[in-house]
């Protein structure tokens, strides 16, 4: 009997049933491809069409018989669901045919990048988990900017042809393939539409595929390929190690895109695609030249092949690579590299990022346009080396700049303590101290990967760092010989690890000498001295001299901290405090001594001492020995006050403030008013010596210091209507004439100034408390200039001031915050420590004047309170007011006194505690309930707020 003759569409049919291995082994092509798409669509339609039947007679059978035979619907629908099944799998048959376009290469495009000489045949063929991101990988080798996109492509695969140190970058072997996509950034293009369209091709995800010197890019068109995260899963299905896959169980069904898929089901199903790819390529192309023996060509989906000439390099989950040596991040290396700023520190300034209105006011402007702010001065470059300064609390540095209008060139303070990104998310890496930072460093964190992703934030600005790094050896290069050459000369035993010292002396002395150049140094006695100094300290002898130096600390019962050698060769220790030697008002004591040694041949002295914050770090001196744990106990504090010095002198100030104020209140005699006018005089006038509107001198005088949160201020009592204080004070007709004398002799028209000096002079005539920043100053009576940063102490809680001063100091007393921490100078305090403003000042109360004490109570109006007798408590919040003194318990009954927060206040009279109590509380209006508790006897409760 002849064999049958089988035709196209049978074929075709007993492959798409089958395994991709079976289909791709027998040899196929793109209209095979296409006929057993059409099939499976047929058989598809036909599922459909039986379906259709099934539906319509089931519908007209159920309709006759539901209720004598249910059994023959249960049939029907068991028929429907399995001509059901059948549409599905024709389904998932025919969309998983069209995968084989991948192998026949429809619609996969090969770009030829490099040509060359293949890879050894003892290669394997490497597959690269982790997605590359081509601007991050190319911005090593080349300065691109935040431009960079698919456009720029061409780019980067010229640079990928003409250099082989950026081929052994991408390419971990010679034989490999991995997957690149141009950018992971978002691209602003200024349009909506354009933003859509163009970063939506800046994430087309492509394959990269090296052989030996040979460079291809491919793009495919499935979906799987384009929005795949890596190259191939982390594991298999049974969570082991991933080391390939068995193609030759491969079914049409089993390579059907659907959403419905989970996320470890979505990457294997993206491997199952992209090998049957790899296989075309190999089969047509040879793409990845001769690997495997050719008797094995067609076992390329085979597991056992993958396992023998693939390998799996997990380069983005780690699996099987070796830790990292380097743990430290590029965050953190910024942050302990910019820790060792100090005045004289050099600074490496990509100005454009350090120039803001907030740092450089002189040369940067707000304004509402896209960036928030223009420059109105340029700088000469973009990046360039700068030398730090003190200046105040703050540290700084000048760049010359070209201002736009006249193209005058100055130099422009920047101050770099005033730094923060202007915008958030798209800021560069603004400044980095050069201290103690080396070429190699940057370098590391340029080549290294992982860092890379933020590489338009730092990158740009380190290869400038690099450059000037290695310029600046190399200008020194001479000097570094010398000192080399003196130190071998000299006949000592040098250590192997002398090169190293010697560049951190330098890197001392230039940190120590703010910032001149090696140059410089190496040109005068002095600067070689200490040079060569610092070298002598560190070779020869230095453990032995860090032990005198800790027999000398431990001997006068003090704890060393650290020792080293300064910039000037000389040994310095830093030693904790005594307990007695701490100064602890406001906060702790936060400074230790530095001590500075001279040494002789068998002993050390003393040569100075200072108290200093503890540094982290110091550029400027090299560390030979530290008490790591409680030198971080020191270095870790962060004190309000900028140094001791200035907390000394802030106290001073209260004290000498304390004094001025004594008797400020009362009526002094002939003598002691005629100097006060002269002082007031002298200073009227230093105000009206320039601009046309009269001013008058203002008084305040410190008194005491507030500490809130990180924040320092220096609270004074004082007045700016020094005029009507004046006034006031005087004793007799004839002193206050000679005051409006005088006051209205700077007036154009002196009978309304007169006049309106007079209309004021008793309401103004008091002192009040307000705010100054927390800043040692020329201490005077009367200023001609008044403080820019001074406020009234809580304006917006009190509508009226106390003219009592005790009793204003009590209001403010009640109104700061239970975090911040007030200090008033001893000499307004008496014998009991209570302040004693009223007795100090001499004041006397005026007419009127019937103090009144108010209380307030508040608890939380959203959890329930009970008193004593289990009653729920609806007062949650309100204001007792009395003549008379009482406690809080007395006040609050049989309710828990620790529900409610206290806080007392002393007024004027009742007038002003209702006008102070209805300002506080702008919707108060009177209530009563005779189920509130009753306040004692001559107390008048104002509610505020009750529950239901």
Not at 219 to 227: D, K, Q, T
Request: one cysteine or more.
């Amino acid at each position: 009997m002849l064999p049958a003759v089988r035709n196209a569409e049978d074929v075709a049919v007993t492959m798409a049933l089958g395994t991709v291995q079976n289909a791709l082994s027998q040899g196929i092509s793109e209209a095979q491809v296409s006929l057993m798409a059409k099939v499976a669509e047929r058989e598809g339609k036909i599922a459909g069409a039986v379906a259709n039947i099934i539906t319509s007679r089931t519908g007209a059978i159920t309709r006759a018989l539901e209720k004598m035979h249910p059994y023959y619907a249960e049939l029907a629908a068991a028929k429907l669901a399995g001509t059901q099944e059948g549409i599905e799998q024709a389904s998932k048959i025919q969309a998983g045919v069209l995968t084989l376009e991948l192998f026949v290469g429809k619609n996969v495009t090969v770009v030829d990048v490099a040509e060359g000489e293949p890879a050894d045949s003892s290669i394997p063929l490497t597959l690269c988990q982790k997605k590359l991101v081509v601007d991050e990988e190319f911005s090593a080798w080349s300065d691109i900017d935040e431009h960079f996109d698919f456009r720029s492509l061409s780019a980067f695969l010229k640079a990928l042809k003409d250099n082989q140190g950026l081929v052994e970058q991408i390419f971990p072997t010679e034989r490999c393939v991995l997957v690149m996509v141009t950018t992971r950034r978002f691209i602003d293009y200024g349009d909506t539409w354009a933003n859509a369209e163009n970063n939506e091709k800046n994430s087309i995800v492509f394959l990269m595929v090296r052989n030996g010197q040979n460079i291809k890019q491919i793009y495919s068109p499935v979906e799987s390929h384009l929005g795949a995260s890596r190259l191939f899963p982390s594991e298999d299905e049974q969570q082991g190690h991933f080391r390939g896959f068995d193609g030759t169980t491969i079914k049409f069904e089993d390579v059907a895109y659907t959403d419905r898929l989970k996320a470890h089901d979505l990457m294997a199903l993206h491997y199952r695609r992209l090998l049957i790819m790899l296989f075309g390529l190999d089969q047509r192309l040879a793409l990845f030249g001769q690997f495997y023996p050719q008797h094995e060509k067609a076992n390329f989906l085979n597991l056992s092949f993958q396992e023998r000439y693939f390998h799996f390099l997990h380069d983005e989950d780690g699996t099987g690579l070796l830790a990292s040596p380097d743990s430290q991040t590029l965050d953190e290396f910024i942050s302990e590299k910019n820790s060792y700023i100090q005045p004289g520190s050099r600074l490496l300034c990509n100005w454009r990022e350090l120039m803001t209105p907030r740092t450089a006011p002189g040369a940067v402007k707000e304004d509402s346009g896209y960036s928030g702010y223009s420059f109105i001065a340029d700088p000469e470059d973009n990046v360039s080396a700068a030398v730090v300064y003190r200046q105040g609390d703050t540290l700084a540095v000048d760049v010359a700049v070209k201002r736009f209008s006249t193209d005058k060139m100055f130099n422009c303070k920047v101050n770099v303590s005033a730094y923060s990104p202007w915008r958030r998310g798209e800021a560069e890496l603004a400044y980095l101290c050069l201290d103690a930072v080396g070429p190699e460093e940057l370098t590391r964190f340029i080549q290294q990967r992982k860092f890379r992703s933020n590489h338009l934030f730092y990158i740009r600005f380190f290869k400038a760092a690099i450059k000037f790094l290695e310029q600046e050896r190399e200008n020194e290069l001479p000097h570094r010989q010398y000192l080399l050459a003196a130190m071998q000369d000299s006949g000592m035993h040098l250590p192997g690890n002398i090169q190293e010292l010697i560049h951190q002396c330098i890197a001392s002395w230039k940190t120590g000498n703010r910032g001149v150049s090696l140059a410089v140094g190496m040109s005068t006695e002095k600067g070689r001295q200490a040079l060569l100094n610092q070298l002598y300290r560190l070779t020869q002898g230095a453990s032995e001299m860090v032990s005198v130096i800790q027999e000398h600390v431990a001997a006068s019962g003090s704890q060393l901290l650290r020792a080293g050698v300064n910039s000037s060769g000389n040994y310095v220790a830093f030693i904790a405090p005594k307990p007695y030697e701490c100064d602890n008002r406001l906060e702790a004591h936060a400074w230790v001594h530095r001590v500075v040694y001279a040494t002789g041949k068998r002993n050390i002295r003393e040569t100075g001492r200072s108290w200093v914050s503890m540094p982290e770090r110091s550029a400027s001196e090299i560390t030979l020995w530290e008490d790591e744990e409680q030198s971080r106990k020191w270095y870790s504090m962060t004190p309000v006050f900028s140094s001791w010095t200035e907390k000394q002198k802030l106290f001073e100030m209260c004290e000498k403030g304390a004094g001025l104020l004594k008797g400020a209140m009362g009526t002094p005699d002939d003598e002691e008013y005629g100097d006060l006018l002269e002082m007031w005089g002298d200073a009227y006038i230093a105000c009206n010596a320039s601009g046309e509107h009269v001013t008058t001198p203002d008084m305040f005088l410190p008194v005491g210091l507030i500490k809130s949160r990180k924040s320092l201020k220096l609270i004074a009592l004082g007045t700016c209507s020094t005029e009507h204080w004046m006034y006031a004070r005087a004793g007799d007709d004839d002193s206050r004439e000679l005051l409006l004398e005088l006051y209205t002799s700077w007036y154009e028209y002196p009978d309304k100034a007169r006049a309106r000096l007079l209309s004021m002079a008793e309401k103004n005539s008091g002192l009040r408390f307000v705010l100054i920043e927390g800043k040692s100053r020329k201490l005077e009576r009367f200023a001609v200039k008044r403080p820019e940063e001074i406020v009234n102490w809580h304006a917006g809680n009190l509508k009226e001031i106390p003219t009592m001063l005790n009793d204003q100091w009590a209001c403010h007393m009640a109104m700061v915050s239970q975090n911040d921490k007030v200090y008033l100078t001893p000499d307004l305090l008496d014998d009991d420590g209570l302040p004693n403003f009223n007795g100090v000042t001499r004041q006397v109360p005026g007419e009127g004047y019937q103090p009144v004490n108010v209380y307030e109570f508040e608890s939380d109006y959203f959890n329930a309170v009970y008193d004593a007798d289990g009653k729920k408590v609806a007062l949650c919040h309100w204001y007792d007011v009395t003549d008379n003194s009482y406690s809080a318990e007395e006040l609050i009954g049989n309710m828990p006194h620790n529900a409610f927060k206290f806080l007392q206040y002393r007024l004027d009279n009742i007038e002003q505690a209702e006008a102070f109590i209805k300002y506080r509380n702008r919707n108060y209006q009177p209530r009563e309930n005779a189920d509130w508790p009753e306040p004692p006897e001559g107390v008048k409760r104002y509610v505020i707020r009750a529950r239901s």
